[in-house]
């Protein structure tokens, strides 16, 4: 069965500092990832997403991630973090042909 | 650029109460769908509707809830009986693929935040 994990809870880091928020999927066909965010109280914007090709993706607000089909994994990154980066932040697999998997989230605390 | 929408951004409502949530997908959108999220937990997918059928169902999404198409542009969800535990944030999404095509992003809205009382 498909499914999605994301083994960190929450994530504090400090303001400037690198992120990477890990991700691991499990399906078994060629994967449609995606990473999504949510802030408190809003809906979900799509931060970047791979369909094919290169594996290292860029997306909105400075953020990447690379697709590692050895380690079933898709971990977002980004170099500096900004304190308006606060949010939550869910990994999520297209299925078939019609429904994405999310997984439970990461929530994301930034120091000052 | 083209957005999903919907209405109520709120509704509150008592247990046993019929609910219809409403969304206005991107207008040549062809794939229709709904998820939830409980409050603290995961995104789940409900449903997805294509061509005024339902394609695909999840075990979540039981007699209580149905989906409709009733014009050219709207797609609700009515729960018709709600019970405590359907409070939560309800989004819907379009997508412009077709069938047996390739693979194509889920554009999402705002959601709905359903309160049951």
């Known amino acids: 069965a498909q499914s999605v994990t994301q083994p960190d809870i929450h994530i504090t880091v400090s303001e400037g500092a690198s992120l990477e928020l890990r991700c691991n999927y499990s399906?078994?066909?060629?994967?449609?990832l995606f990473w999504y965010v949510q802030s408190p109280g809003q809906g979900l914007q799509l931060l970047l997403k791979y369909f094919s090709g290169d594996t290292l993706v860029q997306g909105i607000k400075g953020f990447e991630a690379e697709f590692k089909r050895s380690q079933s994994s898709f971990n977002l990154r980004k170099p500096s973090v900004h304190w308006s980066d606060a949010a939550e932040y869910f990994c999520?697999?297209?299925?078939?042909?019609?429904?994405?998997?999310f997984g439970k989230g990461t929530r994301l605390h930034i120091l000052p | 650029e083209p957005e999903v929408t919907q209405t109520p951004s709120h509704q509150v409502t008592q247990m046993g109460q019929e609910v219809i949530l409403r969304c206005v997908p991107i207008?040549?959108?062809?794939?229709f769908y709904w998820y939830r999220q409980i409050l603290g937990q995961k995104v789940e997918f409900l449903v997805s509707f294509y061509n005024n059928e339902i394609s695909e169902k999840s075990e979540i999404f039981d007699d209580q809830f149905s989906v409709e198409r009733p014009d050219g542009s709207n797609f609700t969800l009515k729960i018709r009986s709600t019970k405590l535990e359907d409070s939560a944030m309800y989004f819907c999404?379009?997508?412009?693929?077709?069938?047996?095509?390739?693979?194509?992003?889920?554009?999402f809205g705002p959601g709905t935040r359903l309160t049951v009382l």
């Open positions: 999520a697999v297209g299925a078939g042909d019609d429904k994405i998997i």
């Open positions: 207008s040549n959108h062809l794939y």
């Open positions: 399906y078994g066909a060629t994967p449609y």
């Open positions: 999404a379009s997508s412009p693929r077709t069938s047996g095509g390739s693979y194509n992003e889920q554009f």
